[in-house]
């Protein structure tokens, strides 16, 4: 991320989660931040149990941030802030925590009125952070869909609908159906389809890093050849094993129920792009 | 293979029925894309990437520090010897190795065990330079409650902490001046051995300095069996001491766990310095104060003749050549100590005293003013030893209108940036009395004035050190105020003329100091040559002495060094 991403997506957060923007310079902003945004960024857990516990006002601080430290506000002290920067960090854990769960509408567009009422198509959406651990470590983030009602899965799902414009209250006319799966039914699909989807990827980092666990365990017992200090070698063998087993382990990042219109033509049209 | 073993994460689905369930706690459109904008941001998409380079700000790594980054994560798998000559940043690539695992969630704590005189600086360095929020241990009950902690080595491998420690599983262990680990009979030795630990990083410049077995034992602490076992070890490598047998299969066997850049290789490489030596004249009230110093001082030794006593008068033999001011401070406080009970001064002191008010101005900051009015408008850091005299110079430069600012080590951390900034952003010379110490980089500036001289060649080089070092763009110029007929020309003659160490890079300065100083610190040294003499010859003559000394335990130093390499690499890359 550059400084120039680093503020508009700060910006665009702080916008969203209910902190005012005092004042705004190319070089620096100053925002007052909200009671939730205080408690995620500012790391304070004491004032906010002693706020709570006496049950007085409380003071949200207010943050000046600066993304370009050769211009610092010289009217009051900022604070850089730029992607290695703990602030951030926490900035982005805080975003994350933020959106974890929707639950969402298509918009027509502006201007489409009908008066026709018709069912929406609910889709469920999971994004998953996939990472690949070893004694090094990759990440990939993958989104897959299911359509509710007829357990279509459909990979990429979040860059599919992420142009449509999207609504949290159920327009007027408009209905949902029971889907035919449940909830936990449409997760294990999902789940299961992700699975394949390991299973059948390119393995060589697993069975090179393999090769170097079974290399150094080799080289312990030449060290060790006889009995006399197992408990040493055994602490050894555990800790190559936790330095290089292969394995997979998946978190998720958010999830949403989808709803749209004229599922099909969308996700045809997806297709041919 | 089979297959490969997956953990799914399911604690979320209750969270997400809930919400079904109540219709409630639904996050916008908005939230629900910033979340994955910030994840993007946050993942790590392939395994051989050094992500930590993006996010760090304020400092650039050198190309051979990012390599052995690359070379430790990528090819030694995170047990490494770093084993760098001294002073080309092995703390740095410490660092950037530990950042880049944390960064990559493969590290999530880690301990640091160094000499206790280098805790701070590692918890400063970690902190300031990757924003790792290293703590330093002070107490006990920080063991469990901080991720990441800087420790002297002689306080964790005893208890009640050690048990801590070997308690924990640590994903990443650093041990600093990791030579003191060579025996595997130490207790040193046998606890780094014991920790449960994932990665380790073992970092000294001198991996070797007797025997090849010290290899065998760091080697172990790493991967053990690398070097066969013991016993084979020996009967293979080790023909007698210091020499390898088998050299060039224990040599590969070794360059899979050791890395060592040293100065001489390529892409490592300084700026020129040039060293002037400005010689001052005392003026007529000054001299007589310094001879009244040296007599009173003198005459204190021929009556006690213990060393040990003097070194209070020492300082002020040190001030003396430094200003009228910092003699004030000492001889004000010495003889509030030695004279409280008595109503009047005595003769003695009575006349220094007297002598100390006859000096009104000093020839140093003259000096001082001229050179500095001359170099305008480029910037100049100015190093005196004593409080006293910088407080006096930047009153001085004030008043002829140059722009100074003062910078020593008991500013808190907040005006110490401060200082630094209004020096780098307006100021025209930084007074410093501090050198060591971290927070004070000034690559930006080339000259610097040694207004009065360290009796300490390390804490010349540390001062050297501040502007001569990676990132400096122009050659350095340094001024040596030498007043003359003091013993201020004569150590600036030693320093200088007979061991070099203005001009050369003496990497090994620490260890061959070790050497020469075994009775007496150069100090203390000095102090003697100084009033054991009966004149200026004599006092060159026991200087070249001391010369003589340093350049015997260079010669030796730089042998070992050589050994060392020929050990490593098999020959001396010149």
């Known amino acids: 991320m550059d400084q120039l991403k680093v503020k508009s997506f700060t910006k665009r957060y702080l916008t969203h989660q209910g902190c005012s923007i005092i004042e705004e310079f190319p070089s620096f902003l100053t925002t007052q931040l909200s009671i939730e945004v205080d408690k995620d960024l500012l790391n304070r857990p004491y004032y906010w149990m002693y706020v709570e516990r006496m049950q007085i006002q409380p003071q949200p601080a207010t943050l000046c941030l600066v993304f370009d430290p050769d211009q610092p506000p010289t009217h009051r002290n900022g604070e850089y802030l730029f992607f290695g920067a703990p602030r951030f960090r926490m900035l982005l854990k805080s975003a994350q925590k933020q959106g974890r769960f929707v639950r969402l509408y298509q918009e027509e567009p502006n201007g489409f009125r009908s008066n026709i009422s018709q069912a929406y198509d609910q889709w469920l959406c999971l994004n998953f952070k996939v990472s690949y651990l070893c004694d090094v470590k990759k990440d990939r983030l993958v989104s897959i869909g299911i359509h509710m009602h007829s357990g279509e899965i459909k990979d990429h799902f979040y860059p599919t609908i992420q142009s449509i414009p999207w609504t949290s209250k159920l327009p007027a006319h408009r209905f949902t159906q029971t889907p035919q799966l449940t909830l936990m039914e449409a997760i294990g699909e999902i789940e299961y389809a992700l699975q394949e989807q390991l299973q059948n990827e390119d393995r060589t980092w697993a069975e090179e890093a393999l090769e170097r666990l079974n290399f150094e365990r080799s080289l312990l017992d030449i060290y060790y050849p006889d009995n006399s200090q197992q408990e040493e070698k055994k602490q050894r063998e555990t800790e190559i094993i936790w330095q290089y087993h292969p394995r997979i382990e998946v978190t998720i990042l958010n999830a949403g129920l989808f709803h749209l219109l004229n599922t099909y033509k969308i996700m045809s049209h997806y297709d041919k792009m | ?574």
């Not at chain 2, 004030?328 to 007297?354: G, M």
């Not at chain 2, 940036?417 to 930084?430: H, I, N």
């Not at chain 2, 763009?473 to 007979?498: G, P, S």
Request: hydrophobic share 40%.
């Open chain 2, 1 to 574: 293979m089979k297959s490969i073993p997956i953990r799914m994460d399911r604690t979320w689905i209750s969270e997400l029925q809930n919400r079904v369930e109540q219709d409630t706690l639904w996050s916008s459109w908005e939230a629900f894309q910033l979340a994955i904008e910030a994840a993007e941001a946050e993942s790590i998409p392939s395994f051989d990437s050094l992500v930590c380079l993006k996010q760090l700000y304020g400092f650039e790594p050198l190309p051979h520090q990012i390599e052995v980054a690359k070379k430790v994560i990528h090819q030694m798998r995170g047990r490494a010897i770093l084993a760098d000559e001294v002073g080309l940043g092995k703390t740095i690539e410490a660092g950037l190795v530990l950042k880049e695992y944390l960064l990559r969630g493969l590290v999530k704590n880690a301990l640091i065990l160094v000499p206790s005189s280098l805790v701070l600086q590692w918890t400063r360095e970690l902190s300031q330079k990757f924003q790792i929020p290293a703590m330093a241990q002070k107490k006990e009950w920080m063991w469990d409650k901080y991720d990441f902690l800087v420790a002297s080595i002689d306080t964790a491998k005893r208890e009640p902490h050690r048990a801590h420690i070997l308690n924990k599983h640590y994903d990443m262990i650093i041990v600093d001046e990791a030579h003191k680990l060579k025996n595997r009979k130490t207790q040193n030795w046998q606890f780094i051995n014991q920790v449960k630990k994932k990665y380790l990083l073992l970092l000294t410049a001198t991996p070797v300095q007797n025997e090849m077995s010290e290899l065998f034992n760091l080697v172990t602490l790493l991967k053990p069996g690398q070097l066969g076992k013991q016993n084979d070890f020996k009967q293979e490598y080790v023909a007698g001491k210091r020499l390898a047998k088998n050299e060039e299969q224990l040599r590969k066997e070794v360059h899979r766990v050791l890395i060592r850049n040293k100065r001489r290789d390529g892409d490592i490489h300084l700026t020129k310095r040039m060293v002037k030596t400005i010689p001052i004249t005392l003026s007529a009230p000054e001299r007589a104060l310094y001879n009244g110093i040296s007599q009173f001082i003198r005459t204190r030794y021929h009556q006690e003749k213990d060393l040990k006593n003097m070194l209070s008068l020492l300082v002020l033999q040190k001030e003396v050549c430094s200003s009228r001011d910092a003699v004030f401070h000492t001889l004000f406080k010495l003889f509030q100590q030695h004279e409280k009970n008595s109503q009047y001064l005595s003769p003695e002191v009575a006349h220094l005293t007297h002598l100390l008010k006859q000096v009104t101005s000093s020839s140093k900051v003259k000096t001082a003013i001229q050179l500095i009015q001359e170099l305008s408008p480029e910037k100049v850091v100015l190093f005196t030893e004593y409080r006293a005299t910088q407080e006096m110079i930047v009153r001085e430069l004030a008043q002829v209108g140059i722009y100074a600012v003062p910078f020593r080590g008991g500013f808190k951390r907040n005006k110490k940036d401060w200082m630094m900034e209004l020096f780098k952003m307006r100021a025209q010379v930084l007074v410093a009395t501090e050198a060591g110490g971290e927070g004070i980089n000034l690559q930006f500036c080339h000259h610097m004035i040694n207004f009065d001289m360290p009796w300490n060649p390390m804490k010349v080089e540390q001062r050297i050190g501040r502007i001569h070092r990676f990132g400096q763009k122009e050659d350095v110029r340094i001024y040596n105020f030498a007043t003359m007929d003091t013993i201020e020309e004569h150590i600036i003659w030693l320093l200088h003329e007979k061991i070099q160490l203005f001009e050369t890079v003496i990497g090994e300065l620490e260890t061959i100091l070790v050497k020469v100083e075994k009775k007496h610190s150069f100090e203390q040294s000095v102090m003697e040559m100084m009033l054991q003499s009966e004149n200026d010859t004599e006092i060159r003559q026991r200087m070249k002495q001391w010369s003589d000394d340093f350049q015997d335990a260079k010669a030796l130093v730089t042998a070992e060094m050589k050994q060392q390499d020929v050990l490593l690499n098999g020959s001396i890359k010149s």
